[in-house]
């Protein structure tokens, strides 16, 4: 069994800040690349930020110069740090893993439940 579990979302007003988890636990072999996703009504789920092994990142259009994606590779726990929140970037987070497990040969897509992050004033 493989779960991602994120942390962190809540209620902030325009201009905040807010951090989010998201860790990965069980018969982990390797994590490959990490990512941030968000959904909002209405919407498709978007790519927010990714992360690959090695440290390359990128991040949607809107978000560049306001997010920061991050990785502890030994604690299996990428962090998506959000900066001058605008009301536009109410969702709910997801967190995605693609990884292989201890007993499969190959890689696959794992996500989390979701986080909700509200910006209003």
């Known amino acids: 069994q493989v779960q991602l579990v994120e942390s962190g979302g809540g209620l902030v007003q325009p201009g905040g800040s807010l951090r989010l988890s998201c860790v990965a636990s069980?018969?982990?072999?390797?994590?490959?690349?990490m990512g941030w996703y968000r959904q909002a009504p209405g919407n498709q789920r978007e790519l927010v930020a990714g992360?690959?092994?090695?440290?390359?990142?990128n991040y949607a259009d809107s978000v560049k110069g306001r997010f920061t994606i991050s990785r502890d590779n030994a604690k299996n726990t990428a962090y998506l740090q959000m900066n001058s929140l605008e009301p536009e970037d109410t969702a709910v987070y997801y967190c995605?893993?693609?990884?292989?497990?201890?007993?499969?040969?190959?890689?696959?897509?794992?996500w989390g439940q979701g986080t909700q992050v509200t910006v209003s004033s």
């Open positions: 995605n893993a693609r990884l292989k497990r201890i007993d499969s040969v190959y890689y696959s897509d794992y």
């Open positions: 069980g018969s982990i072999f390797r994590i490959n690349s």
């Open positions: 992360i690959t092994g090695g440290g390359s990142t």
